[in-house]
């Protein structure tokens, strides 16, 4: 990570330190990593790297799917129930985030999951684009998940337990 402070232009003989950042007619100084300082109408403010790492542990709310991909491999995709924490004596509320993953180790693990397990995932947030019927263009954003667990499984012959 390189922090980027934003000057107005000047001409020095540090060239190899300073770069013209884009449209801006703005020399960037590097400075330390792990923050940019930079000036926003005359006063600094710090802007923090991204970071996009999703973990999540709930119930598996059905059964995983798998898919041909047009260009070879297959992906799998799943929906995870996660619980909302309740307040008082609320009624209960969840989430049903979906899931998808391109690795096949990730899918190996998936074929033994059934609906009800409780499992956790480690991947990333992302908006995903495909051609749907008809030429439509279609997308959703689910959790790329690159590694997982099953934490505890449903005992077979048993119903979905209440969740």
Not at 19 to 39: D, L, N
Not at 40 to 53: A, D, E, K
Not at 136 to 155: G, M
């Given at each position: ?79 995870m129930i996660i619980d909302r924490p309740v307040a008082g004596a609320g009624r209960r509320v969840v989430d049903t985030i979906p899931c998808a993953s391109f690795d096949?180790?990730v899918g190996g693990f998936a074929d033994t999951w059934r609906a009800g397990d409780l499992i956790e995932v480690r991947g990333v947030l992302r908006r995903r684009f ?34």
């Open positions: 990570m390189i922090v980027l402070m934003a000057r107005p232009s000047v001409r020095s003989s540090t060239s190899a330190a300073r770069a013209t950042g884009p449209g801006t007619g703005r020399s960037i100084v590097r400075r330390a990593p792990f923050r940019a300082e930079r000036r926003l109408g005359g006063r600094p403010f710090m802007v923090q790297p991204h970071v996009n790492q999703v973990t999540l542990i709930g119930r598996l709310a059905g059964e995983p799917s798998w898919k041909a991909l047009p260009g070879g491999g297959e992906v799998v995709t799943w929906r096949e180790r495909w051609t749907g019927p008809g030429g439509v263009r279609a997308s959703r954003i689910e959790v790329h998940v690159h590694d997982a667990d099953v934490l505890d499984v449903v005992p077979a012959g048993d119903d979905l337990p209440e969740l």
